[in-house]
């Protein structure tokens, strides 16, 4: 912090907008929660507080640096010519011990759980990983062999809309053989089941696109039980991208009400009376 520089309260920040919550008392001392964490709010944090003496304005060195970190798949070749290793990876040493999620062409793997593992390949497959208990923070899933293999990637994994509205639920795939039927599910169906056939999306629900660019999934005049995660997935002739790989995850919320104050000043309002 530049000396003489007045910090700015992170709760002004509109970076930070709907992001902040403040807890603790003089007792129990102070927390900052941060949620929907993005890699650009990596930096040191500062507490500071403010008395009623002459120059009692303190913070507190050398504060807490955070570092966010995203997850990523790195594929390094092994000696035999028909295996990887695969790391999920990070900028950051993570907390804890994490329990690590493998997901095979869409499909979550009950084995391993550990942040490397050396598998067999083939061009057809991609891996992504995930920490256990954030699952929808999954990595990117990648080709082991070229960048003709199987996969899905969400434009997005959160979405919060209003209820009436509509909203766009897009994601881009790419199948290794010619694809025969493609649809978009809620993830909280026991079975998947095609939204088009689903009764509760009649006359709400349409898909556009091609494989070639985004698909999306369109609904219309938003419900509050339409919030959800949804999930997209495509078949060919001799595959189907699996039903576990995490989506993205729409909440539907109530209309917002604006309620506006208006404040007179004395002089305008002798004039008013």
């Not at 040191?44 to 120059?55: E, L, V």
């Not at 897009?170 to 978009?184: E, I």
């Not at 009400?257 to 004395?266: C, E, Q």
Request: one cysteine or more; proline letters at 4%; aromatic letters at 14%.
């Amino acid at each position: 912090m530049e000396t003489g520089v007045e910090p700015e309260d992170l709760g002004q920040d509109p970076e930070y907008a709907g992001r902040l919550e403040y807890h603790g008392d003089k007792k129990n001392g102070h927390n900052l929660r941060i949620t929907d964490l993005r890699e650009k709010d990596s930096a040191t944090y500062k507490f500071r507080f403010i008395t009623d003496q002459t120059g009692g304005r303190y913070y507190g060195d050398p504060g807490v640096t955070l570092s966010v970190t995203a997850l990523q798949v790195k594929v390094t070749p092994t000696r035999s010519a028909t295996s990887k290793t695969l790391t999920c990876s990070t900028t950051c040493t993570l907390t804890g011990s994490p329990t690590y999620i493998w997901y095979k062409n869409g499909q979550s793997l009950y084995w391993p759980t550990s942040q490397q593992y050396t598998f067999w390949t083939s061009e057809t497959e991609s891996y992504s990983c995930a920490v256990k208990g954030h699952e929808d923070l999954h990595s990117p899933a990648v080709c082991v062999q070229g960048q003709s293999c199987n996969r899905v990637t969400y434009t997005k994994r959160r979405i919060c809309a209003l209820k009436g509205s509509t909203v766009d639920i897009s994601c881009t795939y790419v199948g290794y053989y010619s694809t025969t039927s493609t649809f978009w599910f809620r993830s909280d169906k026991s079975t998947p089941e095609d939204l088009t056939r689903d009764p509760g999306y009649a006359g709400r629900v349409k898909y556009t696109g091609t494989n070639k660019g985004p698909f999306t999934l369109r609904i219309t005049d938003l419900r509050e039980e339409d919030s959800a995660e949804y999930r997209f997935t495509f078949k060919t002739y001799n595959f189907e991208w699996g039903h576990s790989f995490p989506g993205t995850t729409l909440t539907v919320t109530g209309n917002t009400t604006l309620y506006f104050t208006i404040v007179y000043h004395n002089e305008l309002q002798e004039k008013i009376n």
